[in-house]
């Protein structure tokens, strides 16, 4: 099992209401996934800040005086916005590494969920109401974003085996299935200088495009990879900071359903975590074929 979802509005009159569309449609696939659940909502870029999210389950600890300690050994302004375990670190995008460094240098039990221009994530052990719910995802506002229900296959039920996975700046990937040659994929891209958290596949998919992109291809050519070199059952559905990505591998036996209108495309695992989007009823639907790269570009 596992749900996945994602939405990707062409409409800006839509932006305001992302975090809440995102989470009635997760929150409507929760049986798929009773594991843990998270979400990566993509904002509208400010030009001049950058973000890292962070995680600690000790976040009274962790977080206190964060800001003004990074701020300090970077020599940057910093800000901190605390929501429970996770909290988002703002500076300037050319300090953004350093802050990153800085971090885990001065709180090692801090974990990094993603970073970026402009993606948040939050994840946690839990259903997706409960995570919805201690992240006030309801209020988040942004473009376009994803979102994952687990059952897990693959790897311990914790905050890190959690989807969605980012492996590089305001990319994430949220998946349904499991692959059979992640182990493998896995060792060739630690030789080529990528890093992993979990012992988790999907981990290994993100870091698969993150990898593909860093070498010049774009989101497309980066899924059309997956179809040759990754082994096993995928739906993957991949956010970046303008892009939105969705591929299922050639036999394709996890269901999947995709809408289009004037206002946005959106994804669900089952037709039932769209039917309370706008103008649903009169939008393009159809089930994304096979081996086929489906991908949106604002
Ligand atoms: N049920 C699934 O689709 C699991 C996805 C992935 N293999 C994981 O364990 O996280």
Known sequence: MC???GLFLKDKALEPKLGAMLSEMLISLSDRGPDSAGIAIYGAPSGNEAKITIQSAKPERDFRGLDAEVAKAIGAPVSIAVKSTHAVIRTTPAKIDEARETIQALRPDIRIMGAGDVV?????VGLPEAVVERFDVRSMTGTHGIGHTRMATESAVTTMGA????????????????????????????RDGMKFETENDTEV????LSSKMAHGKNLGEALEGTLSDLDGFFT???GTKNGFGVVRDPIACKPAVMAETDQYVAFGSE?????????IDNARVWEPEPAT????EH
């Open 3 to 5: 749900g996945i979802v």
């Open 120 to 124: 948040e994530i939050y994840k946690e």
């Open 163 to 190: 989807h969605p996975f980012s492996t590089g700046a305001d990319q994430c990937l949220v998946h349904n299935g499991s692959l059979s040659n992640h182990n493998n994929v896995r060792r060739e891209l630690i």
């Open 205 to 208: 998919a993100a870091a698969y």
């Open 236 to 238: 993957f559905v991949v």
């Open 271 to 279: 037709y039932r975590a769209l039917t309370k989007l706008p103008g």
């Open 293 to 296: 790269v489906y991908f949106w």
